[in-house]
């Protein structure tokens, strides 16, 4: 392309979650409301887990990493935008933008690779329940969480590495509240077939991978459950299970919806946006800690020690 056509921009404009200048204050709120709910519930989580040594156990490990992925996956995104209502120029820097493009990348993906290995530790505690502790023991469960943290940086540096080699024009406007891949590359000037091909390849594979983890999981605990002659027990195993795949259902329902289209016929979706980045990790505590008896049991007892301090 002729130099004299593009200019190197030293910073984007996040036009923010609407477009609209009366609605910026009420959804700022709103926004600022999810975050304090979504940070304080999933600290409580950690809080629980750490703190109770009868929660040291491999799902609640996987739990407690989920939760902090929560809180930072949330926490990349919503203090720019809380600090771009109230500013005139709405500008992110350069550099600030491929850094919150890759913690972004980088947590949701960890969020997907921990959301399969939840899923392979219910598998096993209810298909092999005697060999459970023998299957996922320590070393093990580590190397799991070892891996989803591994993978999901890799995965984060190859989207932005591939980010950080287009070329952005004069209008540096971005129709979006954060630094996301496809808004980013509709304005670049240069050509984005190999981000998209990424996207569509290693971002399928990624996402496929994990869900089919997920779901044979699932057929092996379906098959495992309706051979049990116990009704109690099948109950009690599917409702385990329960949380797990609404939280499953939320996140790749909108993951998918949002990045995998063609980028031609991609338009911004805030509020698919807003789901998978806000409101899942919001309603995750709520999700795994109303119908879990030992988080129940957890919370009470630090409550009175709190209150016997």
């Known amino acids: 392309m002729d ?28 926004f600022l409301l999810m975050s304090t709910i979504n940070i304080s519930g999933n600290s409580v989580i950690i809080i ?9 156990t491999p799902m609640y490990v996987f739990l407690s990493n989920l939760a902090l992925a929560d809180i ?12 771009n209502t109230f500013s005139s120029t709405k500008a992110i820097s350069y550099m600030g933008c491929l850094t919150q493009t890759y913690f972004f990348i980088c947590f949701a993906a960890m969020e997907n690779f921990l959301l399969a290995v ?40 190859l989207h932005t590495f ?3 080699r287009l070329i952005f024009c004069a209008d540096n406007r971005i129709p979006h509240f954060f630094c996301d891949l496809y ?5 670049s000037c240069s050509s984005t077939h190999l981000n998209t091909l990424r996207i569509h ?5 990624v996402i496929s991978g994990a869900l089919a983890i997920i779901m044979a999981s699932y057929a092996c605990i379906i098959s495992a459950v309706l051979q049990s002659p116990s009704a109690k027990g099948k109950w009690r195993a599917f409702s385990t299970c329960g949380s797990h795949l609404t939280v499953v259902a939320i996140f790749y329902g909108t993951l998918t919806w949002v990045y995998f289209r063609p980028l031609t016929s991609y338009s911004v979706d805030r509020i698919a946006t807003v789901i998978y980045t806000m409101l899942t990790s919001m309603l995750n505590p709520f999700i795994y800690s109303l119908r879990n008896k030992d988080l129940k049991q957890g919370l009470g007892k630090l409550i009175g020690r709190i209150k016997s301090q």
């Open 48 to 56: 629980l887990i750490i703190s109770a040594p009868r929660l040291q």
């Open 201 to 205: 390849t290693e971002g399928v594979i």
């Open 72 to 83: 930072c996956f949330t926490s990349t995104t919503v203090p720019k935008m809380l600090q």
């Open 118 to 157: 939840m899923a392979y530790d219910r598998y096993i505690a209810i298909c092999h329940p005697f060999r459970y502790c023998m299957i996922l023991n320590r070393k093990l469960c580590s190397h799991l969480v070892a891996v989803c943290h591994i993978l999901s940086h890799l995965h984060a540096l």
């Open 162 to 164: 591939l980010m950080g």
């Open 3 to 30: 130099n004299t056509t593009w200019t190197s921009v030293s910073h984007f404009v996040l036009w923010g979650i609407s477009t609209h200048q009366e609605e910026q204050i009420p959804l700022c709120l709103l």
């Open 183 to 187: 808004p980013l590359m509709k304005i």
